[in-house]
């Protein structure tokens, strides 16, 4: 989505006095200038809206969250409403993809600060203070906190524990670092609104790695991004490996899009990992039709060592019982279907679908 376009949806921001009233002067006491508006993509997210609503409702700033919905055929909307809070609004999403949702939200913003926040998640009480003080130097266009897992079940406890390991996300510090620092990405990230709208706001072509081609575009402008893991993401894992698989390759493919349409400036080492393994998977089979073996378990067994001692090493260090085989299943999945996806998106254009909540009247499933 261009810039221009992003701003022909704007309408100009009413005053405080106008349009905002009472919620303007925030629990923080801080005028409208420090408003951070949260914007907040949903779509048949009934099971988890209310306590993601909360979660941002509890922050210690003064707010407005923009519930963006796109078209949900649940009680989404009815439950968001029976909230009454006059700092929450709905707006429609026709589109109902999440960048188109987010740039809905950007251009209702009222707040000197924009954030975005899931309906699959939880943030600590602090998040928005936090992100709203690191925004303080000028420098900064964005910030975002850690992603800790959430789950119900023991492979999604396993789900959990692999994408919190170095050995899973690479050094993708936004699962697992301990120290605020300078990052490429901000997860959940509260941005400086006007930042936010002179990089044309989110790609809607991207239907994954919007927010990552979204922060790529900042960082090319010369900002600094940061990372602080006091700001806690409570998010919502895949609870059985076969959605764990259909979400990963969606997020290869996704990945690919961004990387033809940034070029090779958007790609980290982590980012050929995974699909170098594919390769080498393809390539030990055909080893193994030719006859060889030897060489086919050589090229493999780089990675079944690595494997174990992720396993080990990340039983050992959880809080949590985890399954063995189920978290070596967490890795391999997250891995292969990652690098399945981006070589079907780099060499075969191949796109991911548009990710959609289970419907209980219909056959969709997110995907």
Do not use: C
């Not at 709208?197 to 081609?213: A, F, I, P, T």
């Not at 006859?291 to 090493?313: E, N």
């Not at 998106?345 to 499933?365: C, E, I, M, N, S």
Request: aromatic share 6%.
């Amino acid at each position: 989505m261009t810039h221009e376009s992003l701003l022909a949806r704007e309408t100009a921001p009413a005053t405080a006095a106008e349009s905002y009233g009472p919620a303007d002067a925030g629990p923080s006491g801080q005028g409208v200038r420090s408003l951070v508006s949260v914007v907040m993509p949903v779509r048949n997210e009934e099971r988890h809206v209310i306590a993601a609503i909360s979660s941002v409702l509890e922050q210690q700033v003064s707010l407005e969250l923009l519930v963006v919905d796109g078209m949900s055929t649940d009680r989404t909307v009815e439950l968001v409403r029976s909230i009454g809070d006059p700092r929450v609004r709905v707006l429609q999403n026709p589109a109902r993809t999440i960048p188109a949702a987010l740039n809905i939200g950007l251009a209702a913003a009222r707040g000197e600060f924009v954030a975005r926040v899931d309906a699959h998640a939880r943030v600590n009480s602090s998040y928005l203070a936090t992100g709203a003080r690191q925004l303080e130097d000028v420098e900064v266009a964005a910030v975002g906190g850690i992603r800790i897992a959430v789950a119900e079940t023991p492979t999604g406890t396993a789900i959990g524990a692999a994408l919190a390991s170095p050995f899973g996300v690479g050094n993708s510090i936004n699962h697992y670092a301990d120290q605020a620092q300078d990052t490429d990405h901000a997860s959940f990230g509260v941005y400086r609104t006007a930042v936010a709208k002179s990089v044309g706001g989110w790609d809607e072509r991207l239907l994954v790695n919007e927010d990552v081609d979204f922060d790529h575009r900042i960082a090319l402008a010369g900002h600094r991004i940061r990372f602080d893991p006091s700001m806690k993401i409570y998010w919502q894992v895949r609870e059985t490996i076969p959605d764990f698989a259909r979400q990963y390759r969606r997020y290869g493919r996704g990945k690919a899009a961004m990387v033809r349409k940034n070029g090779t400036a958007a790609v980290r080492i982590r980012h050929l990992a995974a699909p170098a393994l594919v390769a080498m998977l393809v390539s030990s089979a055909l080893l193994i039709f030719g006859r060889r073996p030897k060489a086919a378990l050589a090229l493999v067994a780089p990675y079944g060592v690595a494997l174990t001692a992720a396993t080990v090493k990340t039983m050992r260090s959880n809080d949590s019982p985890l399954k063995p085989t189920a978290l070596v299943g967490s890795f391999a999945t997250m891995h292969l279907t990652w690098g399945l996806g981006f070589l079907e998106g780099l060499l075969f254009k191949r796109q991911p679908v548009a990710a959609t909540a289970r419907d209980p009247r219909t056959k969709h499933r997110r995907r």
